[in-house]
């Protein structure tokens, strides 16, 4: 059974930081691309960040380029991809989703796997 488990959500004020981790497991992800989107109420869900397999092409969305970092722990068994969030904003408040795909791209529809999700509050 594949596993994309997201952790790390939580209420931070506007200007803190918050570090988002997804682990994935039961399938062997070697060679994929992770991807972080999000989904504010009321609004479609959004790409904020990829990452290729080998970590060296990432792409940002540009509402949080600066701000946020994307990258990946490529273990054996299990792979998790993190997303350093800082200086937060209002705007960032959302379902957070990290997903697993062949391509280092913007398109949801690109990614086969897809976690649970994991709230993300930010207060002004």
């Known amino acids: 059974q594949v596993l994309l488990v997201e952790s790390g959500g939580g209420s931070v004020q506007a200007g803190g930081s918050l570090r988002l981790s997804c682990a994935a497991s039961?399938?062997?992800?070697?060679?994929?691309?992770m991807g972080w989107f999000r989904q504010a109420p009321g609004k479609e869900r959004e790409f904020v960040a990829a990452i290729s397999w080998s970590g060296d092409t990432t792409n940002y969305a540009d509402s949080v380029k600066g701000r946020f970092t994307i990258s990946r722990d490529n273990a054996k068994n299990t792979v998790t991809v993190y997303l350093q969030m800082n200086s937060l904003k209002s705007e960032d408040t959302a379902v957070y989703y990290c997903?697993?795909?062949?391509?280092?791209?913007?398109?949801?529809?690109?990614?086969?796997?897809w976690g649970q999700g994991t709230q993300v509050t930010v207060s002004s």
């Open positions: 039961g399938r062997t992800f070697s060679g994929y691309a």
């Open positions: 997903a697993a795909g062949g391509y280092v791209v913007r398109r949801s529809e690109a990614y086969n796997y």
